[in-house]
């Protein structure tokens, strides 16, 4: 598909190594006249980012909003259109969690639920609600929701309720497939491990770690590695191409969950 003057929105992409990153630089790479950097904390990463984006040709714009929160939400896609005009590709890459062991169920507490469901589930419904009538007007139309593994299998190490916030990004995929066709097409892409900033972070990662649970895990790998930020960004481009795809989930992860 030729993207040549489209503008994208793609949510927790201001950072320094991560999947979000790595698509907002291939919209721009693609051709996308404008690409939305969204972020909620790191101002300095965004910026970064905005700067390879307009070396490659694109504009940017660089805007902090909590995906959780309507208001903020709203605020986001009005200003995108008072920019730009249009809106052709939304990307709902946000996300948070908090490491809590599966069998911690004291530890997994309401304030983490909340958390986790309103960046990771409400605030994917919350960009597509406030993007749709824009989405729609496009030639293009797509929108293109972050899953996990974890949200498949009883995989990986985050929490509970970050599995279940994934599960539910993938059946919010189908069903606002269903939704919105024909105007708008709804895939999802699906990685296991990334190897950058998200797995590294003692937040939301495995922090001291990392090193040795990323080899262990390339090893479980049919494809002995574990993805890079742009093997996830070029399934999103793959799902964007594919204009009688509508509805699916794009699993990223090297063969990890096929194996024995």
């Known amino acids: 598909m030729d993207l040549t003057g489209s503008v994208g929105l793609v949510t927790g992409s201001g950072s320094w190594r991560g999947a979000g990153r790595a698509m907002a630089i291939r919209l721009a790479e693609r051709g996308a006249r404008g690409v939305v950097i969204n972020y909620s904390r790191n101002a300095e990463a965004a910026a970064d980012v905005a700067r390879v984006v307009e070396s490659l040709g694109a504009q940017p714009l660089v805007i902090q909003a909590d995906v959780s929160k309507w208001a903020e939400v709203q605020a986001m896609v009005e200003q995108t259109i008072a920019v730009f005009g ?28 909340d958390r986790t469901l309103g960046v990771n589930l409400k605030g994917s419904f919350f960009c597509i609600k406030a993007a749709y009538p824009y989405l729609k007007e496009s030639p293009i139309g797509v929108v293109i929701n972050t899953a996990s593994i974890g949200g498949l299998r009883a995989v990986g190490s985050s929490s509970v309720a970050y599995a279940a916030s994934k599960a539910a990004v993938m059946n919010m995929t189908q069903t606002l497939a269903r939704g919105l ?54 399934a999103a481009m793959a799902l964007i191409d594919a204009t009688f795809v509508t509805g699916q989930t794009l699993v990223v992860d090297g063969g990890y969950t096929i194996r024995d």
């Open 86 to 113: 249009r809106l052709d590709i939304l990307i709902n890459n946000a996300a948070w969690t908090a490491r809590v062991r599966f069998d911690d169920l004291e530890g997994l507490t309401e304030e983490i639920w």
């Open 181 to 234: 066709a024909p105007k708008v097409r709804v895939n999802a892409v699906c990685p296991g491990f990334i190897d950058g900033q998200w797995m590294q972070s003692t937040e939301t990662g495995i922090g001291d770690r990392y090193e040795t649970t990323r080899e262990k895990v390339a090893q479980k790998i049919p494809l002995k590695r574990v993805a890079q930020p742009e093997d996830v960004a070029d």
